[in-house]
């Protein structure tokens, strides 16, 4: 799963706007390779109806990009001029995207392209954006009030990881936190391991792994904050009962959990509030705006910390 930042029933109902004709794109991630769909291959031209291309420039392995290509490290679009910025990382390639049309890919194949999933995000007024910076919000409050703290994160289903990686790239003291995020999505992992390299975060590790599998888990737990961005959306309700009665596995004495979910009918979030209180957390906050359907909320552990059970799974993505 997000695969992780994550996914969310909160789907962009709008295409990203796409860049005039013949402008180049550096995507958040520049180091992630950029992949058509399961139809069209990697390179392939995704199509939909009514979508305009642009160029977008990728490079070929993420192992060769430099930190001087990663300037979006905190969630933001980056524009180039030419392919020869990616060329100078490693071996550049490029390929026209139509934006937009991974959705339809998806929706035609009864599959995912989580790496165009973060799409979205080049649009800062996208629902993804907002409960991006909302997210970004409560992780640097949660830090500010833990102030020289050695601490632990674990982020389940990261995706690209623009929600911790992008807080912690921008503070003095980042080295205090150590972070284990759990993707499987190969591209988000290239992605994810790219920006912590950028922004020279050598505590945080990216693992490509199952955040559904327990055994995941394993060395990453019991954390102080616990991630569970993206993930409610993509799985099933008793999945989500479930997973919320196993966080006591994954959090330490006092921690705390940011989780987000959308509220389209049938709205699950009243029941995964009652479940959270019901499991030993106390609610700090919750952020449902009115304008949107997406929600965030912020819950403290208060109960007693269980030992990890590696054997068997959490959830289980709906796609």
Request: proline fraction near 5%; glycine fraction near 12%; charge should be positive.
């Amino acid at each position: 799963m997000s695969f992780g930042v994550r996914p969310d029933n909160t789907e962009p109902r709008r295409a990203v706007r796409a860049e005039p004709r013949g402008r180049k794109h550096l995507g958040w991630m520049v180091t992630a390779q950029l992949r058509g769909s399961s139809s069209s291959g990697p390179g392939g031209v995704l199509t939909g109806p009514g979508l305009r291309g642009h160029e977008c420039v990728g490079a070929a392995a993420a192992s060769s990009t430099n930190a001087s290509t990663l300037t979006a490290v905190a969630g933001r679009m980056v524009t180039g001029t030419s392919s020869t910025e990616s060329a100078a990382a490693g071996s550049a390639h490029r390929r026209r995207v139509f934006v937009g049309s991974a959705w339809d890919a998806a929706r035609m194949t009864g599959t995912r392209d989580w790496l165009a999933w973060h799409e979205p995000y080049a649009d800062e007024g996208s629902e993804l954006s907002r409960r991006l910076r909302l997210v970004q919000g409560q992780i640097a409050g949660w830090l500010d009030e833990r102030p020289g703290e050695r601490l632990t994160i674990v982020s389940v289903c990261a995706g690209q990881g623009r929600d911790l990686i992008g807080v912690l790239a921008g503070r003095s003291g980042a080295d205090r936190v150590r972070a284990t995020l759990l993707e499987r999505d190969p591209g988000n992992v290239a992605a994810a391991r790219a920006a912590t390299r950028a922004a020279g975060l050598g505590a945080v590790r990216v693992e490509r792994v199952d955040a559904g599998d327990r055994a995941s888990y394993v060395g990453a737990v019991p954390a102080d904050l616990v991630l569970v961005v993206g993930v409610f959306g993509n799985i099933s309700d008793a999945d989500v009962h479930g997973t919320v009665e196993a966080l006591p596995e994954l959090c330490g004495p006092g921690a705390t959990v940011i989780w987000t979910r959308g509220r389209r009918a049938p709205d699950l979030t009243p029941d995964i509030r009652r479940w959270l209180t019901e499991t030993g957390f106390v609610e700090r906050a919750f952020h449902a705006p009115d304008d949107a359907v997406f929600s965030v909320g912020v819950h403290r552990f208060v109960g007693r910390p269980r030992p990890l059970q590696t054997s068997g799974s959490l959830f289980r993505f709906i796609s």
